[in-house]
């Protein structure tokens, strides 16, 4: 914003007879106490909103009476800058909006806080606690006024709206032509698949409902836009982080369009095979870490449910034996427990046509049944159930494990695979997660005899001291066949694989001693793996041909 434009603003404020419920002024000579600012911004913001305001106003340097007398608050810009992200961090999604701007008057210098109004269906909280305005006073934000915002989610589908400019020259060709074969793939019974090669480009996008009367969508952004055409619905963001949080440390940003880069985020996870060894059988039982489909399903449900309105990416964070899965905007039709055995449709939808869209080109179940498929794979590949619990109104936060917690629940489920109900199982998961159960689960457990202890402290059945006895042969064998498969593999890749083949009442430098003697004995002593980088902290293994 130009000087000439924020002093016409400054001038049209000040006129004002009175201060209001989107303009506030302080005198904020020396300094201002960061907890009120905070106030002023959550009361200014959702006041904006209800208002139906682009934007309000927080002024420092003027007093009660409109009259400049010159702030020195934060005079160092950095420090001023700082502001917006010790904000955004008290503030409701941790969202840094605001803009700040500094005017010299010869009367002294001006500070003028540009807030946006709440996003439609977001009251902007600060540190716990809604606030609003009565005139010029500050006030918490009473019921009305809450039900009011939060009312405005279920009448706007910001997916559906159309972007002015953008023409379809905005969109990925490669991204419409393999969004064209996906389509013919997923309504390949459907009696019109033999015309939809005859449809142009512009024909097909309104067919599958990603643009609307040939106009581009935020949805079309999204899913097909070139990446450079994301500033068609800034401040929104689109974009998916990669994380890697383990011994070695990385990440990587991608963008639209999501319909490809969804692939290219799977990609870099990495997913190796687990062995499980039953103490009943002579052979292990060989699953991959992660299944493909459900890293699919948990990023295009973030995709899908994501609320932009925070402005904030999706993070995907890879760590040693599980994956994260974060997108803004909590469940707004049930819990996640709702959908876990897919009976339950949900009525309510936060991107309607964005999923619609999703739906048709295959990326997404809209029946809510995806939690259920998720279920279902884990438990059939013996691994945890994925977990909610840490989602809040806010977020969704689900983590997808590729390991075992407690080997027992894994041994059980190879051994009564065909036994167990889901909800069994998912009461299992919650004794090795040490999630409350409730009486009933209980009672069936002990009535199963698949648990022992007091209802207070559940363990599941089995011989913890010695879960698994593994010859260093079997170990070495079973790290030659994964350099085999994968052609290498670091130190992290193979203690995943292993690890969990230990006797389960070493500590774990235990059992990474034991896993180092195996690899000296291949490396060293048998000379049938090598490391093939140049550190001894971060190997790479591959087998020795020579």
């Known amino acids: 914003m130009t000087t000439q434009q924020l002093d016409k603003i400054l001038s049209d404020l000040l006129a004002l007879p009175a201060e209001n419920e989107v303009v506030e002024f302080k005198e904020a000579k020396t300094g201002y106490a960061f907890n009120d600012i905070g106030q002023y911004f959550s009361a200014l913001s959702n006041e904006a909103n209800l208002k139906g305001k682009p934007c309000a106003w927080l002024v420092f340097g003027v007093n009660n009476k409109h009259k400049i007398v010159g702030s020195n608050f934060r005079t160092d810009r950095k420090s001023l800058d700082g502001?917006?992200?010790?904000?955004?961090?008290?503030l409701t999604g941790k969202i840094s909006f605001i803009e700040i701007y500094e005017l010299d008057k010869p009367e002294g210098?001006?500070?003028?806080?540009?807030?946006?109004?709440?996003?439609?269906?977001?009251?902007?909280?600060?540190?716990?606690?809604?606030?609003?305005?009565?005139?010029?006073?500050?006030?918490?934000?009473?019921?009305?006024?809450i039900d009011r915002i939060r009312n405005q989610a279920s009448h706007k589908d910001w997916s559906s709206e159309i972007v002015a400019n953008a023409t379809i020259d905005v969109l990925d060709k490669t991204a419409i032509d393999q969004a064209r074969k996906k389509f013919k793939e997923v309504k390949a019974n459907s009696a019109f698949v033999d015309v939809v090669d005859t449809w142009d480009d512009v024909t097909f996008l309104d067919k599958i409902k990603v643009t609307s009367g040939g106009k581009i969508?935020?949805?079309?952004?999204?899913?097909?836009?070139?990446?450079?055409?994301?500033h068609y619905i800034s401040p929104m963001v689109a974009q998916i982080t990669w994380k890697l949080d383990a011994e070695e440390q990385a990440y990587e940003h991608f963008e639209t369009p999501?319909?490809?880069?969804?692939?290219?985020?799977?990609?870099?996870?990495?997913?190796?095979?687990?062995?499980?060894?039953?103490d009943d059988k002579l052979v292990a039982v060989t699953v991959s870490k992660y299944d493909s489909e459900v890293i699919l399903e948990a990023l295009n449900n973030c995709i899908a449910h994501q609320d932009y309105s925070r402005r904030s990416r999706i993070n995907l964070i890879e760590q040693t034996h599980k994956l994260t899965f974060e997108n803004s905007g909590g469940f707004i039709d049930g819990t996640p427990d709702d959908y876990t055995f897919g009976t339950k449709m949900p009525k309510l939808y936060r991107n309607k046509w964005l999923l619609n869209a999703m739906v048709k080109l295959g990326m997404i179940d809209s029946l809510?049944?995806?939690?259920?498929?998720?279920?279902?794979?884990?438990?059939?590949?013996?691994?945890?159930?994925?977990?909610?619990?840490?989602?809040?109104?806010?977020?969704?936060?689900?983590?997808?494990?590729?390991?075992?917690?407690?080997?027992?629940?894994?041994?059980?489920?190879?051994?009564?695979?065909?036994?167990?109900?889901?909800?069994?199982?998912?009461?299992?998961?919650?004794?090795?997660?040490?999630?409350?159960?409730?009486?009933?689960?209980?009672?069936?457990?002990?009535?199963?005899?698949?648990?022992?202890?007091?209802?207070?402290?559940?363990e599941i059945v089995g011989n913890k001291s010695v879960v698994v006895q593994v010859r260093n042969a079997e170990l070495k064998q079973t790290i030659l066949d994964l350099l085999t498969e994968k052609g290498t593999a670091t130190r992290e890749d193979i203690e995943n694989l292993l690890m969990p083949l230990m006797p389960q009442s070493w500590d774990i430098l235990k059992q990474r001693k034991k896993i180092s003697n195996v690899l000296l004995g291949l490396s060293k002593r048998e000379e049938k793996i090598k490391n093939t980088s140049n550190s001894d902290r971060f190997p790479i293994y591959e087998v020795n041909k020579s």
């Open 217 to 230: 969508t935020n949805t079309a952004i999204l899913l097909l836009g070139k990446p450079e055409s994301t």
């Open 83 to 90: 502001l917006k992200t010790e904000l955004g961090n008290r």
């Open 368 to 458: 809510g049944y995806g939690i259920h498929k998720m279920n279902k794979s884990q438990m059939d590949r013996y691994f945890p159930l994925p977990d909610y619990s840490r989602s809040n109104q806010n977020e969704v936060i689900l983590e997808i494990y590729g390991h075992s917690i407690d080997i027992n629940y894994s041994k059980l489920l190879i051994d009564k695979k065909d036994e167990l109900s889901l909800e069994e199982v998912i009461a299992l998961d919650k004794v090795q997660k040490k999630q409350p159960l409730s009486t009933t689960e209980v009672e069936r457990l002990r009535e199963l005899k698949l648990v022992k202890g007091r209802s207070t402290s559940l």
């Open 258 to 278: 999501f319909f490809l880069t969804v692939n290219h985020v799977l990609a870099r996870i990495r997913n190796v095979n687990y062995k499980f060894f039953p």
């Open 109 to 145: 210098r001006v500070i003028m806080f540009q807030i946006p109004p709440a996003p439609q269906g977001i009251p902007i909280e600060f540190n716990g606690f809604y606030y609003a305005r009565a005139n010029e006073s500050l006030v918490g934000l009473n019921i009305e006024k």
